[in-house]
């Protein structure tokens, strides 16, 4: 799998779909990796060039000494994003993934064309709250917050499926250093402003059952952004595209064809909304 060296951190990335395609680009949770995308990059429409990288301080990207800031998370995807010649993409952001692309999008609107920002908002959580689990991961390792953390992430009858069981596995496998740093951007962080600013395209995804960031959180975010699409996955909790992989795809491939539609520049075939969609490129978009 690639790795691109940006100086000060290593980014681990992957790379689906076709080269030539409209890009698309995935964004992560706090304490995973690229792989929570898995099961939804198969069913998304062909002809898109589909990235999905690991944070700084996750998977397989390198760990630097925290904490860490939203400015140097944002600085990472922007400058793999121009090392790999990025354009008018469409930013996938989950979590702290979404707060990342939310940013992205304020900063570099030439990279940006539109947004899918799911389960996030524009401040999550409180200072105490990121101080007592940064306190708790100093003192005990990820495995003191991993069960709290699954709790809040899936709902109660989902904590014992396979796919609950593998998140938590690769939760413990996360680096404290690159945790706790992510951890601290999270906590400075508050883009109620910078994000009250964007009118680009964009998509808004709540879990009913996210104990991590209720849908009432997550839709103030889609009414804060000028035209935004609410959606709520029921029965979802914190990950839909590990708990609900299918709706999750077929709620981007929908978003994706009406931007095709609005600019003909995303695939958009039959199949359109069903997340099975097999049309192909036609150039690329311009924003409005």
């Given at each position: 799998?690639?790795?691109?060296?940006?100086?000060?951190?290593?980014?681990?990335?992957?790379?689906?779909?076709?080269p030539?395609?409209?890009?698309?680009?995935?964004?992560?949770?706090?304490g995973?990796?690229?792989?929570?995308?898995d099961?939804?990059?198969?069913?998304?429409p062909?002809?898109?060039?589909?990235i999905?990288?690991?944070?700084r301080?996750?998977g397989?990207?390198?760990?630097?000494?925290?904490?860490?800031?939203?400015?140097?998370?944002?600085r990472?995807?922007?400058?793999?994003?121009?090392?790999?010649?990025?354009?008018?993409?469409?930013?996938?952001?989950?979590?702290?993934?979404?707060?990342?692309?939310q940013?992205?999008?304020?900063?570099?609107?030439?990279?940006?064309?539109g947004?899918?920002?799911?389960?996030?908002?524009?401040?999550?959580g409180?200072?105490?709250?990121?101080?007592?689990?940064?306190?708790?991961?100093?003192?005990?390792?990820?495995a003191?917050?991993?069960?709290?953390?699954i709790?809040r992430?899936?709902?109660?009858?989902e904590?014992a499926?396979?796919?609950?069981?593998?998140v938590?596995?690769?939760?413990?496998?996360?680096?404290?250093?690159g945790?706790?740093?992510?951890?601290?951007?999270?906590s400075?962080?508050?883009?109620?402003?910078?994000s009250?600013?964007?009118?680009?395209?964009?998509?808004?995804?709540?879990?009913?059952?996210?104990?991590?960031?209720?849908?009432d959180?997550?839709?103030?975010?889609?009414d804060?952004?000028?035209g935004?699409?609410?959606?709520?996955?029921r029965?979802?909790?914190?990950?839909?595209?590990?708990d609900r992989?299918?709706?999750?795809a077929?709620?981007v491939?929908?978003?994706?064809?009406?931007i095709?539609?609005?600019?003909?520049?995303?695939?958009?075939g039959?199949?359109?909304?069903?997340?099975?969609?097999?049309?192909?490129?036609?150039?690329?978009?311009?924003?409005?």
């Amino acid at each position: 799998m690639p790795f691109t060296d940006l100086g000060d951190v290593t980014i681990h990335w992957h790379e689906d779909g076709d080269p030539a395609g409209a890009p698309v680009m995935f964004l992560h949770a706090l304490g995973l990796d690229l792989r929570i995308w898995d099961s939804v990059i198969p069913l998304l429409p062909q002809g898109l060039r589909l990235i999905r990288n690991d944070l700084r301080g996750h998977g397989q990207s390198s760990a630097p000494r925290g904490p860490y800031s939203m400015g140097a998370l944002v600085r990472d995807t922007e400058r793999l994003m121009d090392h790999l010649g990025l354009k008018d993409a469409v930013l996938v952001g989950l979590s702290v993934g979404g707060m990342v692309a939310q940013a992205l999008a304020v900063k570099r609107l030439d990279q940006v064309r539109g947004l899918v920002l799911s389960n996030t908002a524009v401040k999550i959580g409180t200072a105490q709250t990121w101080t007592d689990r940064m306190g708790a991961v100093r003192k005990g390792g990820i495995a003191a917050i991993a069960t709290p953390t699954i709790e809040r992430w899936f709902s109660r009858k989902e904590r014992a499926t396979p796919a609950a069981e593998q998140v938590r596995q690769r939760l413990l496998a996360t680096s404290p250093e690159g945790y706790l740093g992510c951890a601290a951007a999270i906590s400075g962080t508050d883009l109620i402003t910078p994000s009250s600013g964007l009118t680009l395209p964009t998509l808004v995804l709540a879990g009913s059952e996210d104990g991590s960031t209720p849908p009432d959180l997550v839709r103030e975010l889609a009414d804060l952004i000028k035209g935004a699409r609410f959606h709520m996955i029921r029965g979802a909790g914190h990950l839909p595209p590990v708990d609900r992989p299918a709706e999750f795809a077929a709620e981007v491939t929908r978003f994706l064809s009406a931007i095709a539609h609005d600019g003909a520049a995303m695939p958009c075939g039959s199949g359109c909304g069903s997340g099975h969609s097999q049309g192909h490129l036609h150039g690329h978009a311009h924003r409005h």
